[in-house]
């Protein structure tokens, strides 16, 4: 049974009741279980397989199989069947039904539709059928993808590089590369080499960073059941995108360019990978991760996070492709494999799909020697949103500190020996004296670049913290555990250190501690708290506040005036 098919047929019981069926002619159908207008546009049958099946014990004479739907999404059909032989299966060939094309185009909703087949003999209009079967079918909206339980390849239907936003984005794009002297020509792979490709991908990325978009939660199990899609247009407006809305963006402007995207699937997510060379993979989905990991190492394509376009301040398009490798990273145990059969999902797999159909002539330029190309890419993201300074004089900017300049003899084959214990807690002492309060993942983070690592999984997480537990004191929040410097005692405040230029942090990476500091320097008396948050969030360098942001401001803005209350009382 393909995805997306629903079989269907009446079996009747003996009038007995006995377990032996009674003697009658009897339906079989399958049909497609959902239907939408992408559906339509690219001729995929709704009708996949009719039979009529005989336990009579004479042969039937001339019938009619007829075909009927509620709504009537579509016209009705009849079949001519000169005789069918007691016992025999009859199975209908031509299974071509015509779609009401307009009747799809303006649902708005999903709605439940019912298609009938009943059995007639020849001139028997009014009379009881001789057998009847209803199957239900799901019309979906223009904009609501099926999932991929559904069929998977269809997504692509919703790759719209036409969309009047793209325009936009790619006017932005041409700018980006422009201003920081490259060739603002949106050329694809015309002019050959992985280094260009990456530059047009990196300045798209920029390009829709600077858009500040939020993310919005997507629907449970999307990637199986699928869910409502907003196109370019609707992002734009709206400033809001799931992770499938910001892939299918992705993927549109990269396929207006030119150049060849792809979108990948895990367990509740969707994130977009692009060619850096003119090719394609042989067929439309893949479900084999070990493809994509070849393809990775040969510096052939790259994978990025999608939804980090939407952090404040911006993530560069280098930071997004190490996350979107550790999605598929052979340490990563919750990967999926969706196969063709609905609802089949493994741990082991990630399933791809091409966002494009088209066809590119391959690629006789070599690969440059690594996927992270031009360093101009650093500055797409970053420029879009640098924090604005607060009054106060004496504050500190945080910088990166590089724990690789305490330790020599820095040895990655090593890191999970117990030798190497001492070694790797110079280097964690290190960055928590320069830089604590700081993030747990944040510590993993810096620890595992400097190994040379470009994903941090779950092992490098769990033997940094082992380490550094046993060294420094913690205080624990909802976004992590942040390890403090032994000379500062967890509690304490700490002056707010907004990112330097060359730097990138996120808010969850600022503990509540500098927050209150921060609400201290950023808050007006006069102000609301409305106003007072927005200001908070300029200086962590955040366009718009999400929930999760906003509910830590407003913990770390009560604090503070807890603080003045309880000055004011003492």
């Known amino acids: 049974m393909d995805a ?48 009529l099946v ?4 004479d042969d039937a004479g001339s019938l009619e199989l007829s075909l009927m739907s509620t709504p009537a999404f579509v016209r009705p059909k009849t079949w001519r069947l000169e005789s069918i032989r007691a016992g025999d299966r009859y199975r209908i060939r031509d299974l071509d039904v015509q779609l009401d094309g307009p009747l ?5 909703e999903a709605e439940n539709a019912a298609v009938t087949f009943s059995v007639r003999a020849v001139g028997g209009e009014g009379g009881r059928p001789v057998a009847e079967l209803s199957c239900s079918v799901e019309l979906l909206p223009r904009n609501q993808w099926g999932g991929l339980s559904h069929l998977p390849d269809m997504v692509a239907a ?4 036409n969309d009047p936003a793209v325009d936009r984005i790619l006017k932005k794009t041409a700018e980006l590369l422009r201003e920081h002297g490259r060739d603002a020509a949106l050329d694809g792979y015309r002019q050959a080499g992985a280094k260009r490709a990456w530059e047009l991908a990196g300045a798209a990325w920029g390009a829709i960073v600077s858009m500040k978009l939020d993310y919005a939660l997507p629907p449970a199990s999307f990637e199986q059941r699928g869910q409502k899609v907003r196109g370019a247009t609707q992002i734009a407006d709206s400033g809001l995108g799931t992770c499938m809305d910001l892939t299918l963006l992705f993927c549109s402007t990269l396929e207006q360019i030119g150049l060849n995207p792809i979108i990948v699937f895990t367990r509740g997510h969707a994130f977009a990978g692009v060619w850096l060379k003119p090719e394609e993979f042989s067929t439309i989905v893949i479900d084999d991760v070990t493809a994509l990991r070849k393809r990775l190492k040969l510096k052939e394509l790259v994978l990025f996070e999608t939804t980090l376009v939407t952090h404040r301040p911006g993530v560069t398009f280098s930071r997004a492709v190490e996350v979107g490798a550790e999605h598929i990273a052979e340490e990563k145990d919750d990967i999926e494999k969706a196969k063709a059969e609905p609802s089949v999902v493994q741990s ?13 002539q391959p690629s006789q330029s070599p690969l440059a020697s690594t996927a992270v190309l031009p360093e101009v890419e650093e500055v797409y993201a970053r420029r879009v949103a640098e924090p604005e300074s607060c009054e106060a004089s004496d504050r500190r900017i945080y910088v990166e500190c590089d724990p690789a300049s305490v330790v020599e003899n820095r040895d990655p084959d090593a890191f999970f020996d117990k030798s190497y214990d001492e070694r790797l807690l ?30 941090t999984g779950s092992r490098i997480q769990e033997r940094v913290e082992g380490v550094a537990r046993k060294a420094f004191k913690t205080t624990e929040e909802d976004v992590g555990t942040f390890y403090w410097p032994t000379n500062l005692p967890p509690g304490t405040e700490v002056p707010f250190r907004p990112a330097g230029a060359d730097t990138q942090r996120s808010m969850d990476e600022v503990c509540m501690e500098e927050l209150v500091v921060l609400a201290r320097a950023a808050v007006e008396p006069t102000a609301t708290d409305d106003e007072n948050l927005v200001a908070m969030a300029r200086e962590l360098g955040l366009a718009r506040l999400r929930a999760a942001s906003r509910g830590r401001l407003e913990e770390a803005l009560k604090r503070f005036r807890r603080s003045q209350d309880d000055q004011a009382i003492s």
């Open 426 to 455: 110079a280097m964690v002492s290190y960055i928590v004296a320069q830089e604590g309060p700081i993030l747990d993942l944040a510590l993993a983070r810096r620890i595992s670049r400097a190994h040379g690592w470009q994903r």
């Open 348 to 360: 082991s797999e990630s399933p791809a799909v091409q966002a494009s159909a088209a066809h590119s």
């Open 54 to 57: 005989s336990t009579l014990r």
């Open 104 to 108: 799809l185009t303006r649902l708005t």
């Open 158 to 161: 919703f790759v719209q590089p």
């Open 4 to 51: 997306g098919e629903t079989p269907n047929f009446a079996e009747p019981a003996a009038p007995d009741g006995s377990l032996e069926p009674a003697a009658a002619l009897t339906i079989e159908a399958t049909l497609a279980a959902k239907l939408s207008l992408a559906d339509f546009q690219n001729a995929v049958p709704l009708l996949r397989d009719l039979t």
